[in-house]
């Protein structure tokens, strides 16, 4: 059975590493994309907010995936863009990224660390980005509750992702 176990802002310099090194390993992203080698920007830029929450998950001593993210600025959610009229409740939870090791997929692993990363969220919205190439993760979403609401490409050289909103209990 896979632990899993919940980290914070405060243990980013504990994890980073760990975080930079799963991504390695994810076929699809292979280690000579530019977009991909920036990796270690993201992880500093999300870790950074003192709202941000990691769930990795282990077998045994070996971490096997992880989900991270961290509320978004009130009032400044960058998928409000893609709604009109946008929700009524708008303060959003941003799911940054959710990787499992290949040997550890379809195991279930990345639907617990995801249900297990907003279990409890105070926010009324969950929003990520799927990157449209790859139907099967965003249908995988779509059962988890979230809908495309759009599109975008937030920087020149990646790819485009589907815009995903979902609620959250409250």
């Not at 965003?138 to 050289?157: N, R």
Request: hydrophobic fraction near 40%.
């Amino acid at each position: 059975m896979i632990e899993l176990r919940t980290f914070t802002h405060t243990d980013l310099p504990t994890i980073r590493q760990t975080l930079i090194d799963i991504h390695a390993h994810i076929p699809e992203y292979p280690a000579d994309d530019e977009f991909a080698q920036r990796f270690p920007w993201f992880v500093d830029h999300w870790g950074k907010n003192p709202g941000f929450v990691c769930v990795m998950g282990y077998d045994g001593p070996t971490p096997v995936g992880y989900a991270y993210g961290a509320p978004l600025t009130e009032g400044r959610e960058w998928w409000r863009g893609q709604l009109d009229p946008v929700p009524e409740k708008t303060v959003t939870f941003a799911v940054s990224e959710l990787m499992v090791l290949p040997r550890w997929r379809k195991t279930g692993t990345a639907e617990r660390l995801h249900a297990t990363l907003l279990h409890g969220r105070p926010e009324a919205l969950a929003v990520l980005l799927v990157d449209t190439t790859h139907p099967k993760v965003q249908s995988a979403y779509e059962e988890w509750g979230y809908s495309k609401v759009g599109e975008q490409q937030p920087f020149p050289d990646s790819p485009v992702y589907a815009v995903m909103l979902r609620p959250l209990p409250a």
